[in-house]
């Protein structure tokens, strides 16, 4: 059983950075895929980045590519999203999503068994 646990939403004016967290419990980070994903007003949720047990590649939705960037603290056990840049389209829930088998597939909801209760970001034009 994994545990995931967002935190660091927040206001923010656009233009300004954001970086939210989060943290797992039940299994180390290295072992799991971890995506974050975004659910707008009113909206599906999607996808936004994905890093995948320790493949050091990263994976981006086209919108917040150059803007954001996912990063693994493994001695904290967390996984951060920074965001730079933020445009009001940018405000969503961000939830962050684990899972233990790790295959091609990264950037749809069903992909990840574990998710978080999400983090409140709001960017204000």
């Known amino acids: 059983q994994v545990q995931l646990v967002e935190s660091g939403g927040g206001l923010v004016q656009t233009g300004g950075s954001l970086r939210v967290s989060c943290a797992a419990s039940?299994?180390?980070?290295?072992?799991?895929?971890i995506g974050w994903f975004r659910q707008p007003p009113g909206k599906m949720r999607e996808f936004v980045a994905a890093?995948?047990?320790?493949?050091?590649?990263?994976y981006y939705t086209d919108s917040v590519k150059g803007r954001f960037t996912i990063s693994r603290d493994n001695a904290k056990n967390t996984v951060y999203l920074q965001m730079n840049s933020l445009k009001p389209e940018d405000t969503a829930v961000y939830y962050c999503a684990a899972e233990t088998s790790i295959t091609a597939s990264y950037k749809w909801v069903g992909d990840y068994a574990y998710w978080g209760r999400g983090t409140q970001v709001t960017v204000s034009s």
């Open positions: 890093s995948r047990g320790n493949d050091a590649n990263a």
């Open positions: 039940g299994r180390t980070i290295s072992s799991l895929a």
